[in-house]
């Protein structure tokens, strides 16, 4: 079972920003939280990860919280093309099974 | 520098038939993934094979399914009698050979089996 919980949808303005939260309350220390997202059934695409400081790069911010157990994925100016499932998930370091959840739908608006 | 690369995008099959999905990692990985995800429903893990060898097929069915990354060539998964049940879009990912448990997978655009 996947060891995250997302709200179902979400719809966001265009040029606005997108923020998704995640609950992983039952986090262990060595689990990395890693966002992707999946396009019209596309294969999913990577985002960004991170273990237990914000980290930012060219497509989003990941905000996770003190007690990690919570996290937010932040879409800085949300585009049409940002229209996807996104998947939050929680990793172990030095593991390889990804277990991905139902996800959140967001659809951005015009 | 080519993503991970799978085919056929799209494969139809009748009931009994076998179906053979095709998955090239991208350049350079020797870490290849399978998922299978079923309509509305996130990605479900069913093996990772490194070159010549099954590290983990804990969420492959015990029958009829059964997956292979030869030494040349791309990695196979073969569903053998298929029933309808096994309609899904089955979805290939690879990770860098050097520290493949601790970086990202990249993913392929998938297959979409249709059993008839």
């Known amino acids: 079972d996947a060891k995250t919980t997302q709200p179902t949808s979400m719809d966001c303005a265009e040029g606005r920003a997108a923020n998704l939260p995640c609950n992983h309350s039952t986090i262990s220390g060595n689990e990395y939280v890693y966002w992707y997202r999946q396009i019209h059934s596309q294969g999913p695409q990577y985002i960004i990860h991170?273990?237990?400081n914000n980290e930012t790069n060219e497509m989003a911010s990941l905000i996770i919280t003190e007690d990690r157990k919570s996290s937010t994925l932040i879409l800085p100016h949300a585009t049409l093309r940002d229209t996807a499932v996104y998947y939050c998930?929680?990793?172990?370091?030095?593991?390889?099974?990804?277990?991905f959840g139902t996800g959140t739908r967001l659809k951005v608006l015009a | 520098n080519a993503g991970v690369m799978q085919n056929p995008r799209h494969l139809v099959r009748r009931r009994g038939q076998e179906a053979r999905l095709r998955c090239s990692p991208m350049?350079?990985?020797?870490?290849v993934y399978w998922y299978r995800q079923l309509p509305e429903e996130g990605l479900k893990f069913m093996v990772y094979?490194?070159?010549?060898?099954?590290?983990?097929e804990s969420g492959m069915p015990k029958e009829r399914f059964s997956a292979e990354f030869p030494k040349e060539g791309p990695s196979i998964l073969r569903i053998q009698q298929v029933v309808r049940g096994d309609s899904a879009a089955y979805f290939c990912a690879s990770s860098p050979s050097t520290s493949g448990t601790d970086n990202e997978q990249f993913f392929g655009p998938g297959t979409r089996l249709t059993v008839l």
């Open positions: 991170g273990l237990k």
């Open positions: 094979l490194q070159k010549e060898n099954i590290i983990d």
């Open positions: 350049k350079g990985h020797s870490h």
């Open positions: 998930i929680v990793r172990v370091k030095g593991t390889y099974k990804y277990i």
